[in-house]
């Protein structure tokens, strides 16, 4: 039996729904290790009463008559407590209990503090006084949360090991010491392509390959457990004795550190040892078979089933009588309006080219030139009362630069199209996908006020399964790094805040620019036509941002220099560019941007070609980015980067 086009809706939203509900379940399963683990939420109130949030992995049969080693594990800036969960998973399968945070304005805890302060010490204070945990205790950080990790075990002497992952050697120089005395094994991993710390723009990788070295003969002489080398995943040391200290040094970026199979390896291996007694050969080959991964590729299996699953559900709430008069034609391109594929390639990349640009002033704050318009804490900014105290999410205040500053050249490019072309040939609302000339006002405003209600349904089926993935699973729906989460309260406010200026950017950039001067002709069938649509919408709307990271990160994978954008004096623009936010923090940030753009910019075309405007697919993907800069990134009040 043939099915009709409602039915193939129906079932198509049935798949890709279901897919996401597979998914969650099998995420969730690799996370408890299929019944092995228990892992819940605590909240832990420090002694100000703020909330800090954390993920417990407790082994099962680790109780109060049989306890087991524990673990704080501490995340870096601008992430929260899952980027942890590798190795913290990996651990809780091994017997050891693992309390991930998320400080303070980070996740889920509470805002309104600088990110130097005594929080993690508490976090610590109160895994150490679980009846659950045994008195061998240790702890594990990456980037900011390796500086944490740092301070927490020079602070409390009874730990037996620490984990450092991000840097050089040279950060524990002033440790390594202090660590031996008090009988602490600490392990560090490095990174190839470290894109922080006193990693030097013109320092390439084998340069900083020596540096380390180097680091590493003064650190054991320090200590009195050097024998003449200085290797890397070599163990210098007793871990018996307490005074081990280990070295790896991975072909990885700073972040890529956290979902390193070799990183997580090489930590559980280290703690086993240092924890329970093994031997190197017996941790080893109990640190070898891993299942991290999989959670990791189910939970951005689920995200990718989601948003995909919004096309069919869109289809299905247009075929209901409410929602019937949003869906509407494509309007016809008029010859004279239609744009020639050298015009259309040609402005395509200069459109590239100014989001590149864009990206790589505007974004980054502190020193971004348009960065004191959205960051709070910088002096001139305080005498905007605009802006203060309002926008205080440093990434977000970024983001929100690049797009209000994108936004406002589009504004100028589709005005000098109107007043140069567009009035000459009588363009109307139908040729930009604003609204059909052939209706009333009323009508249009009628049509306008659905698609904002039928945005409101999809964006409440979204926040609906994250809810539910949440309360029933403990889980997130994302990848390595955050993507659809819940709201705290102060992340919902702040969504009101950063949401008018995102919008700002869609409507023009990707509605009116991309759908109305930029239309793009038809190719045969409907699949073809989307795919091709699709393919020129990535140049157009994403090239710049990939080729910003080609120019930072193919030097250093070609051993010509180290992270160019850490000082953008090589460029001659001074402190214009990245000293301190470009590089590389806002540059990293593409690593999860660019996906999620690729997805919500087909699901954005699909959404055009069945109501014939462009206001649906704008306001969905403004509502989901900034559903995802706010409940994802950091509140800062500080400056940091």
């Avoid at 805002?111 to 205790?137: H, I, M, R």
């Avoid at 301070?151 to 840097?167: D, K, R, T, W």
């Avoid at 202090?178 to 710390?197: K, L, P, R």
Wanted: contains cysteine; hydrophobic residues 45%; aromatic residues 16%.
């Amino acid at each position: 039996m043939k099915m009709d086009k409602k039915q193939k809706t129906w079932l198509a939203f049935g798949i890709l729904f279901g897919l996401t509900i597979i998914a969650i379940g099998l995420n969730s399963g690799f996370e408890h290790n299929f019944g092995t683990i228990d892992v819940s939420e605590v909240a832990i109130t420090s002694a100000d009463g703020k909330i800090m949030v954390g993920k417990l992995y407790l082994p099962k049969g680790v109780n109060s008559t049989n306890p087991a080693p524990g673990v704080l594990a501490i995340h870096g800036y601008n992430n929260d407590k899952h980027v942890q969960r590798p190795h913290s998973l990996e651990l809780a399968k091994r017997g050891v209990v693992v309390l991930a945070i998320d400080l303070l304005d980070h996740g889920d805890s509470d805002s309104g503090q600088s990110v130097f302060t005594t929080y993690p010490l508490e976090a610590y204070t109160w895994l150490e006084n679980q009846p659950f945990v045994s008195d061998k205790t240790g702890v594990v950080g990456h980037s900011l949360g390796a500086l944490w990790a740092n301070v927490v075990a020079l602070s409390n002497p009874q730990i037996e090991v620490v984990g450092y992952q991000a840097f050089g050697p040279d950060d524990l120089a002033g440790s390594v010491a202090i660590y031996a005395a008090f009988g602490t094994n600490v392990i560090q991993i490095c990174s190839a392509m470290e894109e922080f710390g006193t990693r030097q723009y013109n320092q390439s990788r084998s340069d900083w390959e020596e540096y380390c070295r180097y680091w590493i003969g003064l650190n054991t002489q320090t200590t009195g457990v050097d024998d003449g080398t200085t290797e890397f995943s070599k163990t210098y040391g007793n871990i018996a004795i307490g005074n081990a200290q280990r070295y790896v040094f991975l072909w990885k970026t700073h972040p890529g550190q956290t979902h390193d199979l070799t990183a997580t390896r090489e930590i559980v291996s280290f703690f086993c040892q240092s924890l329970f007694g093994y031997s190197e050969e017996t941790a080893d080959a109990y640190a070898k078979p891993t299942t991290y991964i999989y959670a990791e590729i189910c939970g951005a299996a689920s995200a990718l089933f989601l948003m995909l699953s919004i096309i069919p559900l869109a289809g299905l709430l247009l075929g209901t009588r409410i929602f019937a008069d949003v869906a509407q034609p494509m309007p016809e391109i008029r010859d004279e309006l239609k744009t020639k594929q050298w015009v259309w390639w040609l402005f395509a990349t200069i459109n590239f080219a100014i989001g590149g640009a864009v990206y790589f002033f505007g974004a980054n704050a502190p020193e971004g030139i348009f960065g004191n318009f959205f960051r709070s804490w910088v002096p001139d900014a305080k005498n905007i009362p605009l802006w203060t105290p309002l926008y205080d999410m440093a990434v977000g205040n970024g983001y929100t630069g690049f797009y209000v500053l994108n936004a406002g050249i589009n504004v100028l490019f589709v005005l000098g199209w109107y007043f140069i072309w567009g009035m000459k040939h009588r363009a109307k609302g139908d040729d930009l996908g604003i609204y059909t000339p052939s209706e009333s006002f009323s009508k249009n405003l009628v049509i306008i006020g659905k698609t904002i209600i039928l945005a409101a349904s999809i964006f409440f089926y979204m926040y609906g399964i994250t809810a539910f993935s949440e309360n029933v699973f403990q889980l997130e729906i994302r990848g390595p790094w955050s993507m659809f989460k819940t709201f705290t309260t102060e992340r919902a406010v702040r969504f009101w805040m950063y949401f008018p200026g995102i919008l700002f950017f869609m409507l023009f950039n990707a509605g009116i620019w991309l759908f109305g001067l930029m239309r793009q002709k038809e190719h045969g069938s409907e699949a073809k036509t989307s795919f091709i649509w699709w393919l020129k919408i990535l140049f157009a709307m994403i090239t710049g941002l990939v080729i910003l990271n080609i120019v930072g990160y193919l030097p250093m994978w070609a051993d010509i220099s180290g992270p160019i954008f850490q000082n953008s004096a090589i460029f001659g623009v001074g402190n214009l560019g990245a000293a301190a936010g470009m590089a590389p923090m806002y540059l990293l940030q593409t690593w999860g941007f660019l996906p999620i753009a690729a997805v919500l910019y087909f699901i954005a075309l699909q959404y055009y070609r069945k109501t014939g405007r462009i206001w649906l697919g704008s306001i969905i993907m403004a509502v989901v980015f900034t559903w995802l800069i706010v409940t994802g990134t950091v509140i800062d009040p500080t400056v940091l980067f």
